[in-house]
């Protein structure tokens, strides 16, 4: 009798060991030509014998004894697979290289781009059917993946990373803003590096950083530098010029899709930070030049930074750095001779100067990764929401931003929602910019009598360039500071890197600056509101949200 339970232990052990498999990822248009790199990968454990794969015309199944240790891929040739990806599939489904299995292949599938399906067999038994258009969209270079039983919960392009969520606890961290105490925090951050910099920023262009950099480099700091290589405008000839500076003394510079690359796995490289010494981290929402970190008494854009003392953060940012370095679409860029970056004329008071806390806990956000925690941090919202912004733009003319929904439901439950924009020309100039942003969320908290109100900045009051912050505080003891601007691009498809920062000290000294520049903002910047629209735009709103609640929430 005990060795028929223990028998029936060991089997029960056994079975327990095997999870069901499962079509978890696919991409059926990816870039190279005739879709030669179109992969599909399966999920679970156990022995593959009777599942078999197909699109209603062709298919495959395994050979005999086939184990799936987890997940298998399978991509239609092997070496295109190995170009796209920079490794090799587990099996292909057309033979084209020895160094690959080959499963059983029946007529030859090929997914179709625009509408198709593949379906997962089990002995005769479909047990999965995912059909395009209908449970993805179809898009090139769009990988479709399945999280939590639901697919694409982001859009995945061919190459993008895929980080997850992750928690630091015990950090230092030194606070800045710009323009009072950028520079010299910056410049403290650089100086203070003794064996290693990396710097990933969309626009490197100031002088004053690039001769920072450069004495770094003497001093013996292997130093990296990785920029955008198509910024909207393309690279200036002041940025060209403290690239070439840059190459020159011998650091090597970096650029992410440089002119004429197609299917970068990002629209932008936007992120802004430096990681020194793989110790510490200095992240800001602004640009590595003078608007964002002029000289000391000079004037330039306002904006948030932090500099993060911790070796598993930085160890952290340090895997994003190499994974993005790493990248296809990554390729040496030598800058152009030239003059370089005039600093400002204007003069400004500073008026917040660097300030050191302790024991702060730190969650990394990253686009398109881990943008949606954002929403979280909204929503975790009991009292207050401080957002100040260069500027907010709706999903669609009828769909509101994801995260200014967010802060509209916080203020709808009664917490106190204030919303500070950049009203420096070109972001007023349309007619659907920053002041009427501006009036129509403060129509909707007038309507629904709820506590939100936003604000256009006076910039003549601050003496600030314009408002360049992408910033959130919340309760007092939360903190986003990040690059992530409140459009549609940018947290979806951007490299883009922000913190999210627990602690009321740090909290503080951000909601300080913010009550100092939301003092001298104005309601709205002037011109003619056309209430009107702004209360035809409301209501289509609320009635898009009564049809999706009753679509979606059952």
């Not at 913190?499 to 903002?521: K, L, M, T």
Request: hydrophobic residues 40%; negative net charge.
């Amino acid at each position: 009798m005990r060795r028929i339970c223990g028998l029936l232990l060991f089997l029960v052990v056994c079975i327990g060991t095997a999870s069901p498999v499962m079509i978890t990822e696919f991409c059926p248009d990816p870039y190279l030509h005739d879709d030669m790199d179109e992969y599909i990968v399966l999920s679970g454990s156990g022995v593959l014998d009777g599942y078999s794969v197909s699109d209603g015309r062709g298919g495959f199944r395994f050979p005999p004894g086939t184990q799936i240790p987890g997940t298998l891929t399978v991509a239609r040739s092997g070496p295109a697979f190995s170009m796209s990806h920079g490794v090799w599939p587990d099996f292909e489904w057309v033979d084209h290289s020895p160094d690959v299995p080959d499963v059983i292949s029946g007529n030859t599938l090929r997914l179709a781009n625009s509408r198709d399906m593949v379906l997962l067999y089990h002995n005769g038994e479909l047990v999965q059917n995912v059909s395009w258009p209908e449970d993805v969209r179809a898009r090139e270079g769009q990988v479709h993946y399945q999280k939590d039983g639901a697919w694409d919960p982001r859009p995945l392009m061919l190459g993008q990373s895929r980080f997850g969520p992750a928690t630091f606890s015990d950090v230092n961290v030194t606070t800045f803003v710009a323009p009072d105490s950028s520079g010299e925090a910056l410049a403290a951050a650089i100086d203070g590096a003794q064996e290693e910099i990396l710097l990933n920023g969309y626009e490197l262009s100031g002088p004053e950083i690039t001769r920072a950099l450069i004495s770094a480099k003497g001093r013996g700091v292997g130093v990296v530098v990785l920029v955008e290589g198509g910024p909207v405008g393309g690279i200036s000839a002041e940025e060209n010029a403290a690239l070439w500076s840059l190459n020159q003394s011998g650091i090597p510079v970096y650029a992410m899709a440089p002119a004429g690359k197609e299917h970068a796995p990002y629209r932008y490289n936007h992120a802004k930070y430096l990681v020194m010494d793989r110790q510490a981290v200095l992240l800001t929402s602004e640009n590595f030049k003078y608007s964002g970190f002029p000289p000391e008494g000079m004037t330039g854009n306002r904006g948030w930074g932090v500099y993060l003392e911790d070796p598993k953060l930085a160890s952290y940012f340090v895997m994003v750095y190499t994974t993005d370095l790493m990248s296809t679409s990554v390729q040496p860029y030598p800058g152009i001779a030239g003059d370089g970056e005039k600093p400002p004329a204007k003069e400004r008071r500073s008026n917040f100067s660097s300030r050191q806390f302790t024991g702060a806990t730190v969650r990394p956000v990253l686009a398109p990764d881990t943008s949606r925690i954002i929403v979280d941090l909204i929503g975790s919202a009991e009292h207050s929401i401080e957002i100040e912004q260069a500027y907010i733009t709706n999903e669609t003319p009828l769909a509101l931003n994801p995260f200014l929904a967010a802060a509209i439901d916080a203020a709808r439950r009664g917490v106190r929602v204030r919303v500070l924009l950049d009203s420096y020309w070109y972001n007023t100039r349309d007619a659907a910019d920053n002041d009427e942003m501006v009036a129509t969320i403060n129509a909707i908290g007038k309507n629904e009598q709820i506590p939100l109100e936003a604000r256009c900045a006076d910039l003549s009051a601050t003496g600030l360039e314009k408002i360049h912050n992408k910033g959130v505080i919340v309760d007092g003891r939360k903190v986003l500071v990040s690059s992530i601007n409140w459009n549609s691009n940018s947290p979806n498809f951007n490299r883009e890197a922000g913190v999210i920062i627990e602690h009321p000290g740090v909290a503080g000294y951000f909601s300080e600056v913010f009550d100092d520049d939301w003092s001298h903002a104005v309601r709205s910047p002037g011109g003619e509101t056309d209430y009107l629209k702004i209360t035809f735009i409301i209501i289509v709103i609320a009635l898009l949200g009564v049809l999706y609640y009753r679509r979606h929430v059952r």
